[in-house]
């Protein structure tokens, strides 16, 4: 059974990097097949895309986030991470790691979810 | 970017109740969509996908069709743990886009 789970800190001051990293188990992120995704939730808002990666380390990103964020894999550790710069109360959100196969299967594995609060 | 619409944004409904959402994309995507269930507090829980497959595990109450713009996600008989945001998803480009979710609450 294939699990992912978030960790990384619930809060975060303005201007500063937000890092979070996503362990896989169940599977091998080295495995190829599949790209390796962050999403985000605002309180009470519809579901945001931010961004990719494949193991390869080849990723892309949300054009309205592209400046500041950055997805890396670490397949030593079956994980990968995320890290957004220079945030805002405006990235205040519930962060999802998921499992893709954009022309299968969608996202068909999912964190939990963890909730990153932006404030001084 | 795709735009994904989805109408309507809430609708209550009763348990046993076949209830319909429609999703409208920006562009055609051939058969690029998937479904997702939404319960407060929880993660997305994967429905469909490619438009009409169903994921193991979800009844078969659930059932999705469309192509090229238009899908629709029906339940045929409603459950009491039916009840939740559903939330429509575009894969046919990046970036990907979501619907803004409809909200099925109880009647």
């Known amino acids: 059974q294939v699990q992912l789970q978030e960790s990384g800190p619930g809060l975060v001051k303005p201007s500063q990097t937000l890092s979070l990293t996503c362990t896989v188990s169940g599977d091998s992120i080295n495995s190829g097949g599949y790209y390796w995704t962050w999403i985000r939730q605002h309180p009470g808002k519809g579901l945001e895309w931010i961004g990719y990666i494949y193991y390869s380390g080849s990723a892309d990103y949300s054009p309205s986030l592209k400046s500041r964020v950055s997805i890396s894999v670490d397949t030593s550790k079956n994980q990968f991470s995320l890290k957004l710069n220079s945030v805002t109360a405006a990235d205040t959100a519930v962060y999802y790691c998921?499992?893709?196969?954009?022309?299968?299967?969608?996202?068909?594995?999912w964190g939990q979810g963890t909730t990153v609060t932006v404030s001084s | 970017d795709i735009q994904m619409t989805q109408s309507p944004s809430s609708l209550s409904a009763s348990v046993g109740d076949r209830v319909t959402i429609t999703c409208r994309a920006s562009q055609s995507i051939n058969d690029f969509v998937n479904w997702y269930q939404q319960k407060p507090g929880q993660a997305p829980r994967p429905l469909i996908y490619?438009?009409?497959s169903l994921h193991s595990g979800v009844p078969s109450r659930f059932s999705g069709s469309g192509a090229g713009t238009d899908f629709t996600l029906t339940i045929s008989s409603l459950q009491p743990e039916d009840f939740a945001t559903y939330y429509c998803q575009q894969s046919y480009s990046t970036p990907t886009t979501f619907g803004q979710g409809t909200r099925l609450e109880i009647k």
């Open positions: 490619a438009s009409s």
């Open positions: 998921a499992r893709d196969s954009p022309t299968t299967y969608g996202m068909d594995v």
